[in-house]
C-alpha cells in the first residue's frame, strides 16, 4: 500500500529558531499534499495545500510567512515553522494524495515542542 | 457549508459490543465519505470508505452505512476489541478544484472495556 514517511517524528526546538518537517511518499507520486496541524484532543486543521512545482494555497488564517511549504518534487514536500515560538507547540501531519485516486495517504505526524 | 459534524465525543463499549459513531454532513458536493483511526501520536489510517452511489460498505468488522436523502454517514464496529480503542474520525471531501481536500468531523474518542 501507499506509504508516507514523515520526519522528524518529534522535535523541541528553542523559541526564534526554525524547524523543518518533512514528508515523503514512498512508493508513489503525491500531486497534492496537504498540511494539517492537530491540537490535543481535537481534530485535524488544514493548513495548506501544495501542488508540486506551486506555491502553496493557504486557509486562512494561516500564516504564510510563518509556515513555509515547499513541494518541490513529486515525492517530498517540507513544511517549515520559522521563528518559532510556543503557540507553535503542536502536532503536524503531512497526507498525500494519489494522483486521481480517491486515496489520501497520512503521515505518522510530528510532535512539535517549542521551549 | 463545509462542515461534518460528528457524534458522539466520546464512546464507551464493552468488549464484543457495538460501536455506533455518527456524522452529517451539509454540502451536497461531497462525494467521498471516509472514516480514519486515530491512535495517541500517530496521524490517522484509512479505516474504510464510500461514495455516495452506495448505502452500505463492509470491510471486516467495520460497516459504514450511507444515507444520501439525510446526508449522514455512519460506522459500525461489530465485536468491538480492546485494540480499537482509538479516535476514530470521519471525514468528506468535495469535488470542486484538484486539490479534493479532505473536511474532517471533530472525531470521537472510543474506549473498549475489556
Known amino acids: 500500500g501507499a506509504v508516507v514517511s514523515q520526519h522528524p517524528s518529534w522535535v523541541i526546538c528553542k523559541s526564534g529558531t526554525s524547524v523543518k518537517i518533512e514528508c515523503r511518499s514512498l512508493?508513489?507520486?503525491?500531486?497534492?499534499m496537504f498540511w494539517y496541524r492537530q491540537f490535543p484532543k481535537q481534530s485535524l486543521m488544514l493548513m495548506a495545500t501544495?501542488?508540486?512545482?506551486?506555491?502553496?494555497?493557504?486557509e486562512q488564517g494561516v500564516e504564510k510567512d510563518k509556515f513555509l511549504i515547499n513541494h518541490a518534487s513529486l515525492t517530498l514536500s517540507t513544511l517549515t515553522v520559522t521563528s518559532a515560538h510556543p503557540e507553535d507547540s503542536s502536532f503536524y501531519i503531512c497526507?498525500?494524495?494519489?494522483?486521481?485516486?480517491?486515496?489520501?495517504?497520512f503521515g505518522s505526524g510530528t510532535r512539535l515542542t517549542v521551549v | 457549508q463545509q462542515q461534518v459534524k460528528q457524534s458522539p465525543q466520546s464512546l464507551i463499549v464493552q468488549k464484543g459490543g457495538i460501536s455506533i459513531i455518527n456524522c452529517a454532513y451539509e454540502?451536497?458536493?461531497?462525494?467521498?465519505f471516509p472514516w480514519y483511526q486515530q491512535f495517541p501520536g500517530k496521524g490517522p489510517a484509512l479505516l474504510i470508505a464510500?461514495?455516495?452511489?452506495?448505502s452500505e460498505k463492509k470491510e471486516g468488522r467495520f460497516t459504514i452505512s450511507f444515507n444520501k436523502s439525510a446526508k449522514q454517514f455512519s460506522l459500525h464496529i461489530m465485536d468491538s476489541q480492546p485494540g480499537d480503542s482509538a479516535t476514530y474520525f470521519c471525514?468528506?471531501?468535495?469535488?470542486?478544484?484538484?486539490?479534493?481536500?479532505?473536511?474532517f468531523g471533530s472525531g470521537t474518542q472510543l474506549t473498549v472495556l475489556p
Open positions: 464510500i461514495r455516495p452511489d452506495v
Open positions: 454540502n451536497t458536493a461531497f462525494d467521498y
Open positions: 501544495s501542488n508540486e512545482g506551486s506555491k502553496a494555497t493557504y
Open positions: 471525514a468528506a471531501s468535495r469535488a470542486s478544484g484538484s486539490a479534493r481536500q479532505l473536511t
Open positions: 497526507s498525500a494524495r494519489q494522483g486521481a485516486s480517491y486515496g489520501y495517504t
Open positions: 512508493d508513489f507520486q503525491a500531486t497534492t
